[in-house]
């Protein structure tokens, strides 16, 4: 089953609850080896994209996301902003003018997310960042490409998830973090967890 742009709008919608659901957990993560401020800066960020939203949901799905996109870069401070703003923004370039979103067209805009952090992070898999994340969530999302909509973000959920937990064992070598060296190992990069709870809230709202 295809996904419409109220369908996109509705996803958003549950992101943001989740968000604001999890907004002290990330803020505690972000404490432990950061600056206190991805869950707050991340719930402020949905939370317009929930307003905006309530204005206008645009005509397509990649209209939505690009909505999101250019929200969160005007909205959210920190790394977050620009990091997920610059992969709302290259996947809705992805989905173009289509009506609805089906299984290849999801797959394509998860690639070209994770390409989009990786170029503006300048991160990669092992840095103890979202990257570490999101490149098992889209090699999990391809490997159930014959399923529909739902089992391909709930792939990537449980791979994103798999990611999250693997930055608890790394040492940070991008962003704030990585001025803690030795000392971070042993707390998960909170943009990682944010990533996963993202994923899940995108499949919850596609079953």
């Given at each position: ?48 994209i929930v307003s905006a939203l309530e204005t206008a949901v645009p005509e397509t ?147």
């Amino acid at each position: 089953m295809a996904c419409t742009a109220e369908g996109v709008a509705a996803a958003l919608r549950a992101a943001a609850e989740v968000i604001a659901e999890h907004r002290t957990e990330l803020v505690d993560l972000d404490r432990a080896i950061g600056d206190a401020d991805h869950g707050e800066n991340l719930s402020r960020g949905f939370t317009a994209i929930v307003s905006a939203l309530e204005t206008a949901v645009p005509e397509t799905p990649a209209g939505v996301v690009k909505l999101a996109a250019t929200t969160l870069i005007s909205k959210v401070g920190g790394a977050a902003g620009p990091l997920y703003g610059t992969a709302f923004l290259r996947a809705s370039a992805k989905l173009g003018d289509a009506a609805e979103i089906d299984v290849p067209l999801l797959l394509d805009a998860l690639r070209a997310a994770l390409e989009g952090v990786r170029a503006r992070g300048k991160a990669a898999g092992g840095d103890a960042t979202m990257v570490d994340a999101l490149i098992p969530a889209v090699s999990a999302a391809e490997g159930v490409a014959d399923g529909t909509i739902a089992d391909v973000l709930t792939a990537a959920a449980d791979g994103a998830d798999r990611g999250a937990e693997s930055t608890v064992d790394l040492i940070p070598r991008k962003g704030r973090a990585s001025y803690l060296g030795e000392r971070a190992v042993g707390h998960m990069d909170p943009g990682a967890r944010s990533t996963a709870l993202l994923l899940r809230a995108f499949a919850e709202a596609a079953r």
